[in-house]
């Protein structure tokens, strides 16, 4: 990398000082961030320091303070918690302790300072850097600095990393710490249901969330579960009668088990807490039921970081670093937060202010407006969690006949797509027709009718309860013809992979030759290797990419006790290489070969290089990942026997193939609520096309807009047709021609110790803090 590339940036650290702090409660994936900061900062030229015990070691000094090196954060990605610790600091409130603070930084020749922590601790960094020339002025009258010590370091800037596992900051989309403590939780509630089920039992869960009920609705909306209490949504009087009522009803249908989740901070609608033990004594009372509480407690911000935490903190820990050497005199303290699947740069007082603003209005009791102000994402989950939760009495029949199919793989959030489609469907009052074997299926006339309690425990459960098979149309189109006329199938809801997508696209193109298929048709990408077109992201790509972490942190784990050992591990994807590159960045791989990047023996030849250099600064082992179809002749038993060959007398080799192990078991949060809400948004937009195109006793519809895939694009949910799809897309090779993961990769390679061009680094965007509160969706 040359001097040129970095001032294209102004990205040169050369002279400059950065010092990284983690302050209030811990959260999964602060430690990735340490490692994002502290190797970018060095990698740009600049001294990084870890100040150790948040806001405490900055006032304290001393040791606190350590010069950080390369290896200073070695193997931490996958570590829980922090590890150059957090502690609430009373000294730093008062000005004798920010004076003290300033003075350990200025004797660093550190001005830039990220600060990883909730709101309080970005609030105390901002009142910091606005009395920052104020302390220097009052440690040069008392001699502790000279005057030029002050003007050489007269600005101070800061930059923010959220670091809260209740997801309360407004701004974001998400909070480093949030995906890891709803990963506890699900794996809980799963182990609770089991022990349920078996002896019919009501559990009570109490989640985390004193001011916030993010854990418990994405929990409650990721389980399933009959009723919630959060602290944003009081329940109206006479809930304790519904709520019996609600739980009575479930039983007398068969169901087992029941599951109420409450945020520690519940409340009624009076502002009285309501405590799990009380939500217990009730049931138990009314109704008789075996009923147990657990309380998770800190159990939600231990284990380690998920690969979604892991890969948001680094995204955040680099573009913290490019802020901070972008910052200005003039440019004000920022937080770095998330867009869609984007960092951007927020003012960090307005999203102060506005996180203020939710706290106010649940005070005076404005509940509804507390709901808005916590965004777009929240109030949608909360409408969806409700519109699923409770069959409406009495609904009104329709003519209309919905048809629901998986093809493919299977891929974990498959079901919980299908079970939000199926209520929402039979919540219009539409007929809904399970199928099973995807379009083989459909031909073969394998379908039956579904109602409200067939799915039910659905959300949870990993694979296809459908079956899938890649079977397209084309090879059995006139079978499925005839049994969409037999069973008067109205509209098809097709969630799974390319061929998904591509069996709608014949679906579509056919429809010149059939009537039968002039129906609305809507694919849900569900693939674990995020290639169908029209969408950033698939169900089951996080849970794959969470399988695969797993399994390379346990092969990363093997070679804690062998020095100077490379693994090669080959991960799925087809030619896609989404899932190499996010496992490779989760897990801080050394590289990650991809069809989309091509490369030669040179460039192996180079990695090989690399890693013993690597070797030889202490550094003990090196993980290399490679996916299936990369290149043709390059194999993985052609790149674990050149690094062998190559690395004689430096390291040993391994070689390790995840295989299906990356399909997942129990899907992730992530997928069970994304499956969740395109399942819904799917079957909406069905009811409103088959609403539209009901002329003279039937549907019809012709139009490209009435086959679409359902995609998420940055943050905004959109229905783009089949047919407008083709030409973005490699059919060879089973992909879109353009993926916007790719600008990953040069992050991958920066914090790898790769020389690379900078310019190929997309910055973040600068953004509002209002941009949050009118979103219209994301993956939570």
């Known amino acids: 990398m040359t001097s040129m590339d970095l001032e294209k940036l102004k990205m040169t650290?050369?002279?400059?000082?950065?010092?990284?702090?983690?302050?209030?409660?811990?959260?999964?994936?602060?430690?990735?961030?340490?490692?994002?900061?502290?190797?970018?900062?060095?990698?740009?030229?600049a001294k990084v320091y870890l100040i150790h015990e948040g806001y405490q070691g900055l006032v304290d000094g001393g040791d606190n303070i350590k010069l950080a090196h390369w290896q200073s954060v070695t193997n931490i990605i996958q570590l829980g918690g922090t590890v150059i610790g957090s502690a609430r600091c009373k000294d730093f409130q008062t000005r004798e302790g920010r004076i003290a603070a300033?003075?350990?930084?200025?004797?660093?020749?550190?001005?830039?300072?990220?600060?990883?922590?909730?709101?309080?601790s970005l609030t105390g960094a901002n009142i910091f850097r606005s009395e920052w020339s104020g302390l220097l002025d009052e440690l040069v009258q008392k001699g502790r600095i000279r005057d030029t010590d002050a003007k050489q370091?007269?600005?101070?800037?800061?930059?923010?990393?959220?670091?809260?596992?209740?997801?309360?900051?407004?701004?974001?989309?998400?909070t480093i710490g949030a995906d890891s403590a709803l990963h506890r939780i699900m794996e809980i509630v799963d182990a609770i249901m089991t022990t349920a089920n078996s002896h019919q039992r009501t559990f009570v869960l109490e989640v985390m969330g004193r001011h916030c009920g993010y854990l418990a609705l994405v929990s409650a909306l990721a389980s399933g579960a009959d009723w919630l209490f959060i602290p944003e949504a009081p329940p109206l009087e006479g809930w304790e009668d519904r709520m019996c009522a609600r739980l009575e009803r479930s039983r007398n249908k068969g169901s087992r088990l029941n599951i109420i989740i409450v945020a520690e901070g519940a409340i009624d609608s009076n502002g009285k807490p309501i405590s799990s033990a009380d939500i217990k004594d009730l049931v138990v009372k009314r109704l008789g039921y075996d009923t147990r509480v657990t309380v998770l407690g800190h159990v939600q911000r231990g284990g380690t970081p998920s690969a979604f935490d892991r890969i948001l903190s680094t995204k955040l820990g680099v573009e913290a670093v490019i802020a901070l050497l972008e910052a200005s005199p003039d440019t004000p303290a920022c937080v770095i937060g998330l867009s869609g699947n984007h960092a951007v740069r927020l003012p960090l007082m307005?999203?102060?202010?506005?996180?203020?603003?939710?706290?106010?209005?649940?005070?005076?009791?404005?509940?509804?407006?507390?709901?808005?102000?916590?965004?777009?994402?929240?109030?949608?989950?909360?409408?969806?969690?409700?519109?699923?939760?409770?069959?409406?009495?009495?609904?009104?029949?329709?003519?209309?006949?919905?048809?629901?199919l998986n093809v493919g793989a299977p891929a974990g959030g498959m079901n919980a797509a299908v079970r939000s489609a199926v209520r929402v469907a039979l919540a219009h009052g539409h007929k809904v027709y399970g199928v099973h074997d995807g379009f083989e299926g459909l031909a073969n006339g394998s379908l039956f009718e579904m109602n409200w309690h067939n799915v039910a425990g659905w959300t949870g459960q990993g694979g296809s309860l459908l079956g899938t098979k890649r079977t397209r149309p084309a090879t059995c189109m006139e079978k499925i013809v005839e049994n969409i006329g037999r069973f008067g199938i109205t509209a098809l809801l097709v969630i799974g992979g390319f061929e998904a997508y591509e069996g709608v696209l014949q679906l579509y193109e056919a429809r010149s030759r059939f009537n039968e298929l002039c129906i609305p048709m809507c694919v849900v990408p569900a693939t674990i290797s995020n290639n169908v077109p029209g969408t950033d992201f698939s169900l089951g790509a996080d849970t794959a990419v969470n399988a695969a972490m797993e399994g390379c942190?346990?092969?990363?784990?093997?070679?804690?006790?062998?020095?100077?050992?490379?693994?090669?591990?080959?991960?799925?994807?087809?030619?896609?290489?989404?899932?190499?590159?996010?496992?490779?960045?989760?897990?801080?791989?050394?590289?990650?070969?991809?069809?989309?990047?091509?490369?030669?023996?040179?460039?192996?030849?180079?990695?090989v290089e690399h890693l013993a250099?690597?070797?030889?600064q202490d550094i003990q082992r090196g993980l290399v990942l490679r996916n299936e179809y990369c290149h043709e002749n390059y194999t993985t038993d052609f790149i674990y026997r050149l690094y062998s060959e190559e690395g004689k007398g430096i390291f040993d080799c391994r070689v390790n193939v995840l295989g299906h192990l990356q399909q997942g078991g129990s899907p992730s949060p992530f997928d069970r609520n994304f499956g969740t809400k395109l399942g819904v948004k799917a079957t909406q937009w069905l009811n409103e096309r088959l609403t539209e195109n009901f002329r003279q006793g039937r549907v019809f519809t012709n139009s490209p807009e009435t086959a679409c895939v359902l995609g998420l694009n940055r943050k905004v949910v959109s229905f783009i047709p089949v047919s407008d799809l083709k030409a973005s897309t490699d059919f060879q090779h089973r992909m879109p021609k353009v993926q916007w993961w790719f600008n990953l990769r040069p992050m991958l390679k920066m914090l790898a110790r790769y020389q690379t061009n900078f310019v190929e680094y997309v910055p973040g965007e600068i953004e509002h803090v209002t941009r949050r509160s009118i979103s219209i969706d994301a993956g939570y």
């Open 153 to 174: 370091y007269n600005k101070l800037n800061i930059v923010g990393l959220v670091g809260s596992i209740d997801n309360d900051f407004c701004g974001t989309d998400m």
């Open 102 to 120: 300033a003075f350990n930084l200025v004797k660093k020749g550190i001005t830039n300072l990220c600060v990883c922590g909730g709101d309080g």
């Open 553 to 607: 942190d346990k092969i990363k784990q093997s070679a804690s006790g062998t020095k100077r050992r490379v693994f090669v591990v080959e991960t799925m994807g087809g030619y896609c290489g989404y899932l190499a590159t996010s496992t490779a960045i989760a897990v801080g791989a050394d590289a990650a070969y991809i069809f989309e990047e091509p490369f030669n023996i040179y460039d192996l030849k180079t990695n």
């Open 613 to 616: 250099e690597k070797m030889k």
């Open 13 to 45: 650290g050369a002279g400059r000082a950065i010092a990284v702090l983690t302050s209030g409660g811990d959260a999964q994936g602060m430690n990735a961030a340490v490692r994002a900061v502290t190797r970018m900062g060095i990698y740009v030229g």
């Open 350 to 404: 307005e999203c102060v202010e506005m996180t203020k603003l939710v706290q106010k209005a649940m005070k005076e009791k404005r509940f509804n407006e507390a709901v808005k102000l916590r965004g777009g994402s929240f109030e949608n989950n909360w409408n969806i969690y409700k519109l699923l939760a409770f069959p409406k009495p009495d609904v009104s029949e329709t003519n209309y006949s919905v048809a629901i």
